[in-house]
Nanobody
Framework: QVQLVESGGGLVQAGGSLRLSCVVS????????MGWYRQAPEKQRELVAV???????NYADSVKGRFTISRDNAKKAVYLQMNSVKPEDTAVYYC?????????????????WGRGTQVTVSS
């Protein structure tokens, strides 16, 4: 069974930094794109950043120059370094991964989500 577990969320002052981590576990054959999404109260979930297996990255305009996504393929992990955070960055942050895994009966590729970690930025 594939699981994504996030960590590193919390309360931080505006202008501060925070680092989120997400580790993928299970009988993993391959991980393609990995990303971070966020959802603020009463808003839709939105893409924050994505990184391909080759290391190419893409960011939401609102976080460009402040956030950095990275991954460690050996550890099956993805990270989000958040610098110069703003109150509008407050949200639940979700890890996402496109995973090919071995199930009890077959090889299956699908998208998986973590349960989320709360990030709160105080002004």
């Amino acid at each position: 069974q594939v699981q994504l577990v996030e960590s590193g969320g919390g309360l931080v002052q505006a202008g501060g930094s925070l680092r989120l981590s997400c580790v993928v576990s299970g009988t993993i054959l391959n991980i393609n794109d990995m990303g971070w999404y966020r959802q603020a109260p009463e808003k839709q979930r939105e893409l924050v950043a994505v990184i391909t297996s080759g290391g190419n990255t893409n960011y939401a305009d609102s976080v460009k120059g402040r956030f950095t996504i990275s991954r460690d393929n050996a550890k099956k992990a993805v990270y989000l370094q958040m610098n110069s955070v703003k109150p509008e960055d407050t949200a639940v942050y979700y890890c996402n991964a496109d995973v090919t895994a071995l199930t009890s009966s077959s090889i299956r590729r699908r998208e998986y989500w973590g349960r989320g970690t709360q990030v709160t930025v105080s002004s």
